[in-house]
């Protein structure tokens, strides 16, 4: 349902995945799902959802813009990667990987998104990614393209980065330096988790986890946010050796102990200066908040801070529980729908 | 035959126009070992929360046609249309603003009139979420 | 796998309902099963198996021919249905009848069908069908049609009919009468039962019946057929009595209680005068073994006796056994096409 | 991701030519949120009833062309032929005879390269009946 709010919702179909993989909805279905959650804004993954990717025939694009006005919904953003390994044994050149890039901006104003989320180089900080990403020489590259189309490259600063981390600066820096404003920041809530979700819990002890340890670290994160004191684990992890860790534990233990929230008032700082957002989730509390992101506070930072564009759901914590059975993503996306709503007084 | 699988959650959802629900959707396959004329569909009965949808609020959609669901039932309906076997067969329960998204509580009973054994109906309950 | 045996071995793909009911197996698949278990001739259901029925397409019959090359196969007999009560309150009239089973007869030699199993009249006998199927005055307008087309009407006589009940020999007199000899007798091993499969009982415990009665009954059942005496169900009813059988029970009862298998010495009698056999089963033992039709002496009867034609594995044990879970239909074939080998001293 | 489902039954059969079986095939699932282009991916390794497929013997069907395995494996394969997500792809293993209907355990190796994390592998065992 259209409005004309400052922060607008909407879906990431990359939330409906299950649901897609198993055909229980086409692309049709997702959309459908997500408007009738509420959300007025569709992110499409070209990838996983247009069938004849990487062509948009005509018909595809006559298809999407019918749906869109089937379902009172528009199109937000469309999904950018950089498949650089793309042999064995040879990479994409920088040429082509700009060509690949290229492909995904020109589909992104087919299908009239503003917005495509490039995979820039620093999304998930670095040393991570086996390849080169979209780095800023490649950005620079692409800035008159995406300023011929008018199409915005949404950086996505996930966790362990945040929006304030310097790693993303020389992108703005070097549409600043061209004068074409088509590079800006995106945050993703996982910068924002003070404590492992549940969701993943029942997965980590299928792998040999001891769900008392686990539950024993994700108690002490959320007890030391909810005191407004840093969680370091150091403190604690005296006790947990006293739980008798086993060799899963041991791996999984730094990996998930290091969580603690990017600070809100900066959140409220870079507010209007984002582009674009993600409301990643992976699981709700018993009162129905997500369990370890603090949305009421994240909410509050982002609408004091004058954000203006789209919040969209980013379900993630089926690939946490579907290895033991169906996750209703339909049902997590409509509840995180209205617990996102109620965040921004929008149901009053 | 095939009760428990008669009713599906594939493509459950609300029906839009123009950015208005306008009723909902769920898709059925047959409870026979073969696929039947729709004019052999003797019954479909659905009941949504407990509260019995109209049959007069149903169609049926089926190989790009739609069909008020009381129009299948009539004599002399066309006897070429088969339901195949193991394909599903979409009824559109037309209803303003559709149905809530998320779970519900959806009763099916399916009658099919077959050749040599009687009128065999099936009956299945399933929390279904609808889109 | 072709051969000039007299006896020849098929396959109804009625046996893979589930596989293609579940998209498992398309028509294609089917057909590879049924070959693969060593069959050489296939059976095939138009209104389950070709999607385009009621029309049969020349590029569908292109497409099946070439899956018979493919496969090493051939068509042997296509079932056709009596769908008198095709409308709430109105039926077929004979004329349209007629029209609707010269349909079947056409479209068996389109695919190249020598055989059509005609759904007669007296098919389960008389009192359950609700309408008046294929009787005799239909069948003698169709043989003048069959007689044109070089196609046998196969009446399948089903428990509790058997080839030798008398009903069935007035079809046989006006294809005598009318001197076209396109109408026969198809015997299904239906008839040969001599106690209910275990297949269905734990359908019918789920439905509400004792496991212990059932167990006890078809151990009754089994021990007269071993012992060469007839199974009285009057006999043990008292002691069925004293197993408090309960409401399900008593119902189900007088139905699977009946069993008793049809004459040997009478199915060696008709066998050389037999144009089609339906080789139904449920379930083996564990000797491999169909679990409530004494193979060895039916085959034996049948070879003896000097049938020449198909015999096609029907299996019918997915309907009692998929309530709770996938049933392996491919399985179940390829070990009775096995166990009708080694009977017919195929295997030697 | 999805190591449960990338290895299927469905269409797992011998296959024929000329009324003999000249192999077997099975129907696999991406490891992956989004479809990704054939030459990403990085090993398909299939083990039937514990003995190694060769991979020489594979070819990979993908909308109605076939390519031998090894041929997806090497530098410059086209960029455009998408393994889609949901889809399956048909790995058939070219063999004399084929594989003997019924059961067997089949286990799958599946690795592809992804974007902006290490190439990442899913393992799946079944036992899966061939038609
Ligand atoms: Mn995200
Ligand atoms: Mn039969």
Known sequence: ???????????????YQDNYYFHKHDLEGCIAAAAGSGAEGIEVFADSMIAEWPYITDAFVDKWNGLMARYGVEQVCLDHFADRAMWKNKQLSDDQLFERSS??????RKLGCSTVRILHNEHIGTGFSPVRLTDVKEVERLLPLCAELGVMMALECHAPTTIDDSIHEP??????????????????FSSYEYCFSKAGIGMMVRQGATEEILHFVRNSQRE????????????IKHLVEKMNPNEVDRKILPRIAKKSPASYETLKKYASKLVYVHGK???????GQVDNI????????LQEGGYKGYISSEFEGNRSMNDIGWVDEIEYVRKHQALMRDCLGYNG | MYDNHILTDVGCRNVWENGKKVGYGVNLKINYYRGLPLCCVDEIALEVDGEKVDPADMVVQHRGREYPYLEILKDDFPTDFYWVFGEMLRVVIKKENGIAQGRHQVKLKLATRRS???????????TLTFA
Chains 1, 3 share one sequence.
């Open chain 1, 1 to 15: 349902m259209k409005t004309n709010r400052d922060i607008k919702l909407g879906v990431s179909l990359y939330s």
């Open chain 1, 103 to 108: 492909m995904y901006i020109k589909a992104a």
């Open chain 1, 171 to 188: 992108y703005l820096e070097v549409a600043e330096k061209l004068g074409m404003p088509f590079v800006g920041l995106q945050a993703d």
């Open chain 1, 224 to 235: 030391a946010y909810f005191n407004g004191v840093p969680f370091v684990y150091d403190e």
């Open chain 1, 281 to 287: 989730f992976f699981d709700f509390d018993e009162n």
């Open chain 1, 294 to 301: 603090d949305y009421p506070k994240v909410l509050q930072a």
């Open chain 2, 116 to 126: 040599y054994t009687p009128t065999m109906s099936a009956t299945c309950e399933k």
